[in-house]
């Protein structure tokens, strides 16, 4: 039985009200009987009006469930369709001519183009790699991966001839980005005697070399003449370093596994520890004790003399859960758990409350802001309910209206459809709108799961609503005068092993106007901020700005597969592609309480997967399931062929509990089986309750 305390009728987790009593609230000078009783009031206005929209959402599916009933078999017309979703509500009227009003943001949000990482707040490893992935090494970025077109590195030690390729193409890189008067970077010996065609890129000395810009963005060339690649060098250049990660996502959402007070405490304390500046994690590597922490500033000396200082480190969102789930954390006197997105907000506020107070090692926000992404809010009336906790929330913390800024994630279809009433409902604390292709496609089909069967899950990408989805959401962004005060941001790169590729491809993000998108880990974030240096974001969008929108009948086009003949190879190869990835993220999920991994998929290619690409994999088996593409049996015998494949890829993981043959006693493999078969009934086509409801079981039966 969970310990207790009551707390203005709340039925508070002991360990939770210490936590916050001692380490979130004593430092602020704010009273605990006073927080309490403010949030016991706050829940009594916000607790209801959280359950009435989850209500008018499920209230909007059903609707929209008996019209694709109703028109079974006709092709839809987007006119009599849309006119259908304006009267029950689901498109509302666009909102006149406006322009947000946000204030009091950091240029790495407002003025500045660069990665974003997003990391679980659940490891304290990871959050400290994403915090300090503001600066990295671009040596080591390509001599580690296969960005670099070059023979791959021979040998245990370093390889002298891969070092030569990674110093041919730094200079290479300086010759575009920093461009020299005449000459190239590749012909200097002494960097005394360098000039640049723009004088104005240089910003001054560093403790290990000299500092320039391009695009806004920092290059520091390393100088050492005893490192083993300077020595080496004919400049004595040891290494180029980029500003990389501008910010950071530390996510208490998608890509953790925290299901009850124990693991939001845990999640709590990592964000209070990156926020007060003294969050370490002390690990085993290469049979070393090795203790990881936050890296200070780095501090340039101008040409004219003049000491300046440079983040260190990357600027944090927290991003809360959204509106659906509960938490047992904290229960309201009439015993119902807490709307988890409630509490998040409240309680991470709460802790960056410290940041604006001064009260922290380094600072986040220079602006004295807090920044906080929400995600999966369905439409302008949940974009206001939000707007309308946050004042809640910095009245109940004492701070200035709109010091909570909010980041919308345009990543469900009532959203993408109501962008701009969605933006000016949170007008005046907006600083931040992206895409995200994962969670759009997963409510694109739940949404639409009676109209028929849909393609094939990779075919997707390839549809006319993504096309309109990701111009639209640039497009209205600048429209409603994001550009400047908020990022517009784009999706992530899934596979952190195929840099090459990612060099190839996620150009196309900056070059839709996006000033931000995420990458995943901080190696790809070196790699892609290079693309921020050959793309000027700032200086397309007039041009961009000037290109048609598209339309609702682009947007609101329903991937449904015209026939759906299959043969039976195809099924199986369809059900067996979504089976595989959905079980390796499931088993480590519920067994192991981990929410976001390296994952391998089918053909043994690592993808870093979230409960996102979960909902899609869920949703299109249970769609094909539906509409009889394919039958149980079929499903049910992908999933058992391919927990047996997810078993070997996981042979070397002590921890790992096979699947195959424990039917009937894997948590895991049930979760997983519940995802499918009860897939057409989950709110939305969300993973959560069930994820929650197995991992819970799970615990139960550790401990």
Not at 195 to 208: C, F, H, I, S, W
Not at 337 to 347: S, T, Y
Not at 551 to 574: F, K, M, T
Request: with cysteine.
């Amino acid at each position: 039985m969970t310990d207790r305390v009551e707390r203005s009728g709340l039925q508070v987790d002991a360990g939770l009200a210490k936590f916050v009593d001692e380490q979130v609230l004593a430092p602020i000078g704010q009273e605990p009987a006073a927080f309490w009783q403010g949030l016991a009031g706050l829940l009594g206005d916000f607790a209801p009006r959280n359950r009435a929209l989850l209500e008018k959402r499920d209230a909007l599916q059903a609707r929209i469930d008996a019209w694709h009933v109703q028109h079974a078999g006709k092709p839809i017309d987007q006119a009599e369709y849309q006119a259908f979703l304006r009267e029950i509500g689901y498109l509302v009227p666009e909102p006149g001519a406006f322009t947000i009003g946000t204030s009091g943001v950091d240029p790495e949000i407002a003025t500045m183009a660069g990665p974003q990482l997003v990391v679980p707040v659940l490891n304290a490893r990871f959050l400290l790699n994403a915090a300090n992935a503001r600066w990295g090494s671009l040596y080591d970025a390509w001599y580690g991966t296969d960005a670099l077109d070059a023979a791959p590195a021979q040998g245990k030690g370093y390889d002298p001839v891969r070092g030569a390729a990674v110093i041919a193409a730094g200079r290479a890189f300086l010759d575009r980005a920093v461009p020299l008067k005449s000459g190239s970077w590749a012909e200097l010996d002494d960097p005394e005697v360098l000039e640049l065609a723009n004088e104005r890129q240089y910003l001054g000395e560093t403790a290990k070399g000299l500092l320039f810009s391009s695009n806004g963005l920092g290059i520091e060339v390393v100088f050492d003449d005893e490192h083993p690649v300077g020595k080496t060098d004919r400049m004595g250049i040891a290494d180029i370093v980029l500003e990389a990660a501008l910010t950071t996502i530390v996510d208490l959402e998608d890509s953790v596994a925290a299901v009850d007070a124990e693991d939001k405490v845990q999640a709590y304390a990592n964000w209070l520890g990156v926020i007060r500046g003294d969050l370490t994690d002390t690990f085993e590597k290469g049979g070393q004790t090795m203790t990881r922490q936050l890296a200070g500033n780095k501090t340039v000396t101008t040409a004219k003399g003049e000491e300046g200082v440079l983040p260190g480190r990357s600027l944090l969102f927290v991003r809360n859960v959204g509106h659906l789930m509960t938490n047992p954390a904290i229960l309201l006197p009439d015993g119902g758990e807490i709307p988890e997105g409630i509490m998040d907000a409240v309680i991470t506020s709460a802790i960056s409350t410290q940041d604006v107070k001064g009260l922290t090692r380094y600072g986040n926000s220079r602006e004295g802001s807090i920044y906080i992404v929400k995600p999966k809010m369905h439409g302008p009336e949940e974009c206001a309910f939000t707007n309308d906790l946050f004042d809640a929330v910095e009245d109940l913390l004492g701070l200035a209206r709109n010091t909570v800024k909010v980041g919308v994630m345009d990543e469900e279809r009532r959203t993408s459809a109501n962008l701009a009433a969605c933006i000016h409902a949170v007008k005046d604390r907006i600083v931040f709108i992206n895409t995200g292709f994962l969670d759009r496609t997963g409510d694109e089909i739940h949404t639409s799961m009676r109209a028929g069967p849909v393609i094939r899950k990779n075919d997707i990408k390839g549809s006319t609503w993504i096309a309109a989805y990701e111009k639209r959401n640039v497009a209205i962004g600048l429209a409603h005068g994001l550009s400047g005060v908020a990022q517009i941001g784009k999706g992530m790169w899934a596979a952190p092993d195929k840099m090459h590729d990612m060099m190839e491809q996620k150009i196309g993000h900056p070059k839709t106007g996006a000033n931000t998108a995420w990458v995943p880990s901080p190696t790809a974030a070196t790699l892609h901020a290079m693309h921020y240096h050959e793309v000027n974001v700032f200086g397309l969008r007039e041009e961009i700005s000037a290109q048609p929108v598209p339309g609702l009948d682009q947007l609101l086009e329903i991937p449904l597969a015209a026939g759906a003949n299959w043969s039976e190879q195809e099924v199986r190869e369809e059900l067996d592609n979504n089976a595989q990835g959905l079980l390796g993220y499931v088993v480590r999920w519920i067994d192991q309480g981990v929410g976001c991994s390296k994952v391998p998929d089918i053909n043994d290619v690592g993808l870093m997967e979230d409960r996102a690409t979960l909902r899609i994999s869920s949703q299109h088996m249970a769609n094909w399931l539906f509409h009889g593409v394919c039958t149980r049996e079929q499903v049910l015998d992908s999933l058992q062929r391919m927990a047996a494949k997810v078993d070997a890829q996981n042979a070397g993981d002590p921890l790992y509990e096979p699947m195959a043959g424990n039917w009937d006693t894997s948590f895991a493999f049930q979760a997983a089986c519940d995802l499918v078969f009860k897939g057409v009934e989950q709110p939305n086509g969300y993973t959560e309750p069930l994820l929650h409801a197995w991992r819970l079981k799970k615990k139960a039966a550790l401990a």
